[in-house]
């Protein structure tokens, strides 16, 4: 019984953790000490912390085969990829083995309980200055494993010692706490790390290690999300006290979620404005280039090229990021599908849509922007707009990449072509991270790509100040405020008067394209509205999606109202009527066969309205009926905005194991304790 609860609560700090292989840094630290003489020195608490990152940054997964972080919007409104979500199919996602595994909070605590009265009586060899910092970087750690747990489960259990492998202590250990006092006690870490951390830079000299700025960035983030998740679910069983909510009333002394809504979007405002403030004046510049790069790779597009760097040192916008290299066999294979293929995903219309013409005006509000020209091309349905759309998107005749000077153009055969890994799923390919260096995508014997992966950048913070100041206030009368939103319009090419925005926004027409438009099943005001629309914009492909659709309520309409996820306007369009062309197996151009068969499953394409289709988008989710949930479209119940805690946890601690009711954890709303379950319908 103790070995089980101990294993379910923790994991026992092995020799392998201390073999430090740094991905992060250009030097591999030394790593023959033994576990009893470790933390004695500053290098030993720089090798410790760094041996954590891959866990707390796992943006990329180095040698694997997709899109890496540019792959993590799919499954939401924003972007599609060819399988869909058990997310969006009530009933297929089923209770199993459960987010409760608290093992990367023990490795942090492990490290607090070694080095913590060591530094307190100065028997730690180095600089103090360093010394501090790698402690502030173990805060920031622990702050982002429980940041996780409150994203995944909510009301988790509050650990702050590697715990030993008693029954008793174990059990008691793993009772939950309310969901807003984890948010405190991870914005407590947070703060003491900001403390700790040096006041500028990092020990290794670059930005690959946590620094000030990145605590006070996801002190921000953690605010915000905490803050937007208790006032847009509250009177609900997913915030502490609401109607059906499983935890002890006896938790609640004291409780008062207004109060909480206030403290968290204060934090949110505070701790964004440090960093907004050091860094608003030098985001990345947008020469509005849609070819990033030369032939010679050159930039031409410095916010372009930002994203698909190989150093990303220079970007003051940058507050961190991850090196790879094939000297240090850490590579990926991001550049490989991203220039050579359609990496298997794709912008949705809803997203595409959401973006403003450059006169700073929804598309269906300014005269000037045409629908027919849908029919035309990619490239025409982007022309006038957001050059955030513009640029990070592959359009008709774009260089994919260049060797030797030679230039490889995309080719949209891709549409009707390729799986998983290469397919263009919606016709609006992605563009955001894809270098120019075509040998990074592989040639010869370059096979992996070393562009850099962004962790954390500045843009982040100007967004989340705009919309904590505002769902905290319900104004937009605020210097900062307008100063922040000023810039990342005037960064995207389009009319910096955000109130003309507002002011041309219909929210229910917005609503046919993006879940942002509603919380708790209702439209939210226009001002919100494009708030939030300037982060679903800004952030494309930076896999925040789904994240900010949870903590504001936005996916209610859904249970009642399926969503079907659109591509571009493929039938009656150019590649309808011309064809789209491929090189054949003797190297010839010849137009790909197009083949429409939803009952038998072998098309490459949905059905057009000449074919009994719903309309001429392409929508990748309607090619079969064959085994397919979402035919008709996502739905969604709102069990779904938490992950459910797997039957083996309730087992492992109950007091009567024969009886799951017994467990002094609690399971989250909707879902039952017994493995393979749906949920049930929740308020």
């Not at 607090?112 to 028997?123: I, M, T």
């Not at 190297?587 to 490459?604: R, W």
Request: glycine share 10%; proline share 4%; charged share 25%.
């Amino acid at each position: 019984m103790k070995k089980h609860i101990s294993i379910l609560l923790s994991t026992v700090i092995s020799l392998a953790v201390f073999s430090a292989c740094d991905d992060f840094l250009n030097k591999v630290p030394e790593s023959s000490v033994t576990p009893s003489a470790y933390f004695s020195a500053e290098e030993d608490l720089a090798a410790y912390t760094i041996n954590l990152y891959n866990g707390s940054f796992t943006s990329i997964s180095p040698g694997s085969y997709g899109i890496g972080t540019f792959g993590n919007d799919n499954g939401t409104d924003n972007q599609a990829q060819i399988d869909y979500s058990a997310r969006w199919a009530p009933g297929e996602w089923l209770v199993g083995s459960g987010s409760w595994d608290f093992s990367a909070i023990r490795n942090c605590n492990y490290f607090f309980d070694q080095v913590l009265p060591r530094f307190e009586e100065g028997s730690i060899s180095g600089s103090e200055t360093n010394i501090r910092h790698y402690i502030g970087e173990m805060y920031v750690l622990r702050a982002l494993a429980y940041f996780s747990k409150l994203q995944s489960i909510g009301d988790c259990p509050i650990i702050e010692t590697a715990l030993p492998d008693d029954e008793e202590v174990l059990m008691e250990a793993s009772r939950r706490r309310p969901r807003n006092e984890v948010a405190r006690f991870i914005i407590s870490d947070l703060e003491k790390a900001e403390d700790l951390l040096m006041a500028s830079g990092t020990p290794s000299g670059n930005k690959n290690r946590i620094s000030r700025d990145v605590a006070y960035l996801i002190h921000s983030r953690v605010a915000l999300y905490e803050g937007t998740w208790e006032k847009h679910h509250k009177g609900t069983a997913f915030v502490p006290g609401g109607p059906g909510w499983p935890g002890d009333p006896a938790d609640l002394d004291g409780f008062n979620i207004d109060t909480e809504i206030d403290y968290f979007l204060t934090q949110a405002i505070t701790a964004s404005k440090v960093v907004g403030d050091r860094h608003v004046a030098n985001l990345a510049q947008n020469t509005g280039t849609p070819e990033g790069m030369d032939s010679r790779l050159g930039v031409l597009n410095p916010y372009y090229v930002m994203f698909c760097d190989t150093d990303m040192e220079s970007y003051d916008e940058v507050l961190m990021w991850r090196r790879f290299s094939e000297d240090l066999n850490v590579t990926h294979n991001i550049q490989m599908q991203l220039g050579r293929n359609g990496g298997g995903t794709g912008w949705t219309l809803g997203l595409v849509n959401s973006f403003l013409t450059v006169n700073g005006l929804p598309i269906y509000a300014d005269p000037e922007y045409d629908p027919d020209w849908e029919l035309e091309s990619v490239k025409a349905t982007l022309q006038n707009r957001d050059s955030r759309i513009r640029i990070f998107t592959k359009q008709d005749g774009d260089v994919d990449f260049y060797i030797d000077g030679e230039p490889t153009y995309t080719n949209y055969h891709w549409i009707l072509d390729g799986q998983s890994e290469t397919k263009m799923v919606t016709g609006f390919p992605l563009k955001k991270g894809k270098h120019y260096d075509g040998l990074l995508g592989g040639n010869g014997t370059h096979q992996h790509g070393t562009t850099g992966s962004i962790i954390f950048r500045s843009a982040e913070a100007l967004l989340n100040y705009i919309e904590a100041y505002y769902e905290k206030n319900g104004t937009l009368a605020d210097a900062t405020l307008d100063t922040y939103w000023r810039a990342l319009r005037s960064r995207a090419l389009i009319d910096p008067d955000y109130n003309k925005t507002i002011a041309a926004t219909d929210v229910s027409k917005e609503a046919e394209g993006d879940w942002g438009a509603y919380s708790h099943g209702q439209l939210v005001d226009p001002v919100l509205y494009n708030i939030r629309r300037e982060r679903r914009d800004e952030l494309i492909g930076e896999g925040m999606r789904l994240a900010d659709l949870k903590r504001w309520r936005a996916l209610d309409q859904m249970a009642s109202e399926p969503y079907i996820i659109r591509g571009i306007r493929y039938w009656g369009s150019k590649y309808d009527t011309e064809g789209i062309w491929a090189p054949n197996s003797d190297g010839e151009l010849a137009p790909v066969t197009v083949i429409v068969d939803v009952d038998g499953g072998t098309g490459n394409i949905s059905a057009g309205v000449k074919d009994g289709g719903i309309d001429d988008y392409i929508r990748p989710y309607q090619l079969t009926r064959i085994n397919n949930s979402v035919f008709d479209g996502y739905r969604f119940t709102p069990a779904h905005y938490l992950d459910p805690i797997g039957q083996a946890t309730f087992r492992k601690t109950s007091v009567n194991k024969e009886d799951l009711e017994s467990s002094v954890v609690y399971q989250n709303p909707g879902w039952s304790k017994v493995a393979g379950t749906a949920p049930s319908t929740v308020q």
